[in-house]
């Protein structure tokens, strides 16, 4: 039986085994982080950027607002390890952790001024996914 997975450029990869390998895994061209994003909001050095989405134009031109997407192939401790030890003004601690099925997930969260981050990690077999999502307190 093949498996198919969605990649999000759109492509399907198959795979006999059920598994994704690491090139169809972390996929995505031509992303970049939206504007306004801040540049003291740490970003995982071992890791690819594979969604983008800024939500400014909805939340007020004096809003900042945004989600980005991450891929890599470094565990989901190594990955929350690296955010919540980084000495920024964000604060970054972690808030939930749990395991399901093998897969590992946690949620970390932090905040400056009136701007808010959680980052959702999960992953299993080294294959972690990561997303921060940036709001206004407002």
Do not use: H
């Amino acid at each position: 039986t093949d498996y198919q997975y969605p990649n999000t450029d759109g492509n399907v990869s198959k795979d006999k085994d059920g598994d994704r390998d690491n090139e169809s895994f972390c996929s995505g061209s031509q992303v970049s982080l939206p504007s306004r994003w801040p540049s003291d909001l740490p970003v995982y050095p071992n890791s690819k950027l594979t969604t983008s989405v800024n939500y400014n134009a909805m939340a007020g031109d004096e809003d900042i607002a945004g989600i980005v997407g991450y891929c890599t192939t470094d565990s989901v401790d190594a990955v929350a390890k690296y955010f919540v030890e980084q000495n920024t003004p964000w604060n970054i601690k972690t808030f939930l952790s749990s395991n399901t099925e093998g897969k590992q997930n946690i949620l970390l969260a932090g905040s400056k001024g009136d701007l808010v981050v959680s980052i959702s990690i999960s992953g299993k077999d080294g294959e972690t996914e990561f997303q921060a999502l940036l709001g206004s307190k407002k």
